[in-house]
């Protein structure tokens, strides 16, 4: 075996982490989407100037993680603190990382308006389709017929309504300069994924307005399936819900180069 | 020829998830059964050789557990997700 | 500064700019409305962070947001607007971060009316949020010291990192009076440690949360938060005295309704009534050191609120029976008038009170002969 120097590395653990291992149950994306969004700043060289915005949900303890500025906001409200922090500090890079519970029910409103203001924020959308804090109810972006604690018998779209589509919906929005959906499922998804960060990193770097990435991703524990698995039902079932795709791309936004 | 790989799996991160077993393109991991992290886990390992440092496994890992390297032959390595 | 024309919501509008306000998130709602309208056209012009958000619940967040950057931050709005604020006075609190909220008060419960009012004296001073927090609550009573507490307001959010909050009634809000403004301070940002502001290149991430997991922690935090408040009750402590000297009995009043009392205390002196009055500054920290002083040598308190009677059991909490307490409350957004405070001293001046009657039930049986 050849010696293990700097000069072999191939892939090793971002720095924008800190040594603390997350609390996520096994084989749950929220990790990935993290070391992304952690990988991104460090190759962008933002660690040093980023403030977070951690939620409520799963990922309310992400500011353990990264090693940047954090705040923890009430449930929802993370793109009014945001909000709050980058009007006062325009040079800083700001984002929250919020759940389909936090952004796209309770958070409902503080996410339109900043869409719509064109706060220049950067925000992680981790789409699950329940709340997994709590232990698995179902959310805005439950799939129709999909069981969980509150939906026992499977989601009745005529008793509890339909799945919201983030992403489309945001795009309609003047204020948006990049919003995107992508998935967690499998490595080129991953890949594409991660692109797509860096592009709504860049788009908040150089001032184009809003930003979001949605982002499919899985809940083994409360889907009640192996990780393995959890990624074939974001394949076979999320994706079609949630199709994947570029929602809105300011013109601004599609000259940058990665 | 291939080029030649190998991987180190942090006890510290390693949840034991198989995530990274199933991408595996090599087919060259699985979790050491022989062996608990602290926090109790059977940690992923490759059991045999043909790992050629794609970086796959890193790239799926939830816990940023992996690291991995290749040996040197003449192309420098392309980075993950690059 | 030469005295001028102040309208209250503009006064406060000005006040905070001069006191150095570099961010304001608020949302229209009446009677508060001039302040947002005011800063809407004077902190963009001098360069600082004006947003009108898209409900009082964005706008406390985004000062929560502001304030834990380690900026002076305010938000001002009226008692609905302030009751949908009252998540974030809580995470904020929770998180030991200065802001400082104005709530011009309005008639209530519910939507109520538009009327002035001092009936969220309890939510201001004895909660609103979840958890266990104590509000500074200062309570202007004309435009100059809606002037002088705004600007103090900041200085003491900072202090002591929580909350301070003006409340006022709806009628000093919109009332005119002459008044001073202070000189505009220079805009210095404070450089907190323990803002989230951003590594720089300087410094090991900070974290500001509100979470704390492990109950051990959380009431290590409710301990620290009390200490801080009792050195607040010690040292922070304002009011007004009128007439104490040689006063027989004492009307406790804040605001407005204290405001009426004075005239009322005053032509109660022209026909030889010993009336004295005490006007709260900080209904909270309240002055119970000065009431305690008062009972040795008055024969009785007089509290006017326009409320129910919300502050009337901290007087009576401060009191402890050993002396006669009345009420004389106007509710629903109606001012008292003069003459009536001023026919509750006179009853008072001529009649034995004690200390076996409910001041609430007694006041409610005059009530019901008036109204």
Request: proline residues 6%; aromatic residues 8%.
């Amino acid at each position: 075996m050849v010696a293990t120097n700097a000069n072999n590395l191939v892939y090793e653990r971002p720095e924008g982490f800190t040594d603390t291992p997350t609390h996520y149950c096994p084989g749950c994306t929220h990790g990935v989407a993290h070391r992304l969004i952690a990988e991104v700043l460090e190759e962008m060289d933002l660690i040093d100037r980023t403030i977070g915005v951690a939620p409520v949900g799963c990922s309310v303890f992400a500011y353990n993680y990264f090693d940047t500025d954090f705040v923890e906001a009430p449930h929802g409200r993370a793109p009014a603190m945001a909000t709050g922090i980058k009007r006062v500090l325009p040079d800083r890079i700001v984002f929250t990382y919020q759940g389909d519970g936090d952004l796209a029910s309770i958070g409902m409103g503080e996410i339109v308006h900043a869409a719509a203001r064109g706060e220049n924020l950067t925000v992680i959308f981790i789409n699950n389709a329940n709340y997994g804090m709590t232990g698995g109810q179902m959310a805005p972006t439950t799939l129709p017929g999909m069981k969980t604690t509150s939906s026992p018998n499977g989601r009745d779209v005529e008793t509890q309504g339909f799945p919201i589509r983030m992403a489309e919906m945001l795009s309609t929005l003047d204020g948006v300069g990049y919003c995107v959906r992508r998935s967690l499922h499998d490595p080129k998804n991953i890949r594409l994924a991660k692109k797509a960060i860096r592009t709504a990193f860049e788009t908040q770097a150089r001032g184009l307005g809003f930003s979001m990435v949605e982002l499919l991703s899985t809940c083994p524990t409360n889907w009640g399936m192996t990780p393995v698995d959890s990624l074939k039902f974001v394949e076979q079932h999320m994706v079609p819900a949630f199709p994947l795709g570029d929602y809105k791309v300011a013109a601004g936004v599609a000259q940058i180069k990665i | 020829m291939p080029a030649k790989g190998w991987i180190e799996v942090s006890d510290t991160y390693c949840k034991g998830c198989e995530l990274c077993i199933s991408a595996c393109p090599q087919e060259v991991m699985e979790l050491d059964m022989t062996r608990l992290t602290p926090k109790g886990y059977h940690p992923a390992h490759t059991f045999k050789d043909g790992c050629t440092g794609c970086a796959i496994c890193a790239l799926v890992c939830p816990d940023a557990a992996i690291t991995v390297y290749r040996e040197i032959t003449k192309a420098v390595p392309t980075p993950v997700g690059a | 500064m030469p005295r001028e024309l102040w309208k209250g919501n503009e006064a406060i509008a000005e006040a905070s700019v001069r006191a150095g306000l570099d961010a304001y998130f608020g949302y229209p709602i009446t009677p508060q409305t001039e302040i947002l309208e005011y800063l809407s056209k004077r902190m963009p012009e001098l360069g600082r962070a004006f947003v009108q958000a898209e409900s009082e619940l964005g706008a406390i967040n985004m000062v929560y947001g502001a304030a834990c950057a380690g900026v002076r931050v305010m938000s001002t709005s009226s008692s609905p607007g302030v009751s949908l604020m009252m998540e974030g006075l809580s995470y904020i609190q929770g998180t030991e971060v200065p802001a400082v909220l104005v709530n011009v008060m309005r008639g209530g419960p519910g939507l109520g009316n538009i009327a002035p009012s001092q009936a969220d004296y309890n939510q201001a001073v004895h909660g609103g949020g979840h958890g266990d927090y104590h509000n500074i609550v200062l309570a202007p009573a004309s435009v100059q010291e809606a002037i002088d507490l705004t600007v103090m307001s900041f200085d003491l959010a900072e202090k002591y990192r929580t909350i301070c909050m003006v409340i006022l009634d709806g009628s000093v809000g919109q009332m005119m009076e002459p008044a001073k403004m202070p000189e505009m301070r220079p805009m210095q940002r404070a450089n907190w440690d323990w803002a989230t502001d951003g590594r720089m290149g300087k410094r090991p991430r900070r974290i500001l949360s509100s979470i704390y997991l492990d109950p051990i922690e959380e009431e290590k935090l409710n301990l620290r938060l009390l200490s801080r408040w009792k050195t607040i009750q010690r040292d922070e402590v304002r009011y007004k005295e009128y007439f104490l000297d040689d006063a027989e009995f004492v009307i406790v009043g804040f605001g407005t309704a204290g405001r009426v009392a004075l005239s009322a205390v005053r032509q109660a002196r022209a026909k030889g009534i010993k009336v004295g009055l005490l006007r709260p500054i900080t209904v909270s920290p309240f002055p119970f050191e000065a009431i305690e002083q008062l009972v040795g040598r008055v024969s009785g308190f007089l509290v006017t609120e326009m409320n129910s009677g919300q502050m009337l059991e901290d007087v009576r909490l401060a009191v402890k029976g050993r002396v006669p307490v009345e009420f004389y409350g106007r509710m629903g957004g109606v001012v008292p008038f003069t003459e009536e405070i001023l026919h509750e001293i006179e009853r008072i001046a001529s009649s034995k009170l004690s200390v076996d009657v409910d001041p609430r039930e007694a006041w409610l049986e005059r009530m019901a002969q008036a109204v």
